[in-house]
């Protein structure tokens, strides 16, 4: 009898272990597709295959003696004279706010250099001064971004950077 009861029980609860199995498999097999081809739903993923060909588009990019970092390195060799001008700009700006300050420091009959004043500031008043005005202007222009940029490409697109980055 309690066999009877035993094979009652299997048969009834036999169709929901079935549909369990059944929808733990459907799970399985769409969390693998979705990490193979990847899901358009949040959170948004490529998948193995796609992020697997990305990579190899930008190992075939970033390979040395390709076109693309040929290209690369005669941008960055037509832009050199643009970063030494843009560094020298800063570097003179640099120098003369040094120079008139020192030269400002010094009084001639109890005179000041106006001129100095007017170009370096006056902490006193808070006047920052035309230099840093410049400086400031220099700063906050596309020249800097560009500047950066440029530095940027230099430092990981070249030299030994780009060979390890590339292998």
Not at 21 to 38: F, H, I, P, S
Not at 54 to 69: C, S
Not at 132 to 153: C, K, Y
Request: glycine share 6%; net charge negative; aromatic share 4%.
């Amino acid at each position: 009898s309690s066999i009877l009861v035993a094979s009652l029980v299997a048969f009834t609860s036999s169709g929901d272990v079935n549909a369990g199995m059944n929808d733990m498999m459907c799970y399985v097999l769409a969390q693998t597709d979705e990490m193979l081809t990847g899901s358009p739903q949040a959170p948004q993923f490529l998948g193995a295959d796609e992020a697997i060909n990305r990579i190899a588009m930008l190992m075939r990019l970033l390979d040395v003696d390709g076109r693309t970092m040929t290209d690369v390195r005669a941008i960055l060799d037509e832009t050199a004279g643009f970063s030494n001008a843009y560094d020298m700009l800063l570097a003179r700006i640099d120098h003369m706010r040094r120079v008139l300050t020192l030269v400002g420091q010094q009084k001639v009959n109890e005179h000041i250099c106006w001129f100095c004043q007017r170009a370096v500031g006056n902490n006193a008043t808070g006047e920052l001064g035309l230099l840093n005005e410049l400086t400031l202007t220099l700063q906050q222009s596309s020249a800097t971004a560009m500047r950066s940029i440029q530095e940027a490409a230099v430092s990981t697109l070249t030299g030994r950077s780009l060979v390890e980055i590339s292998t």
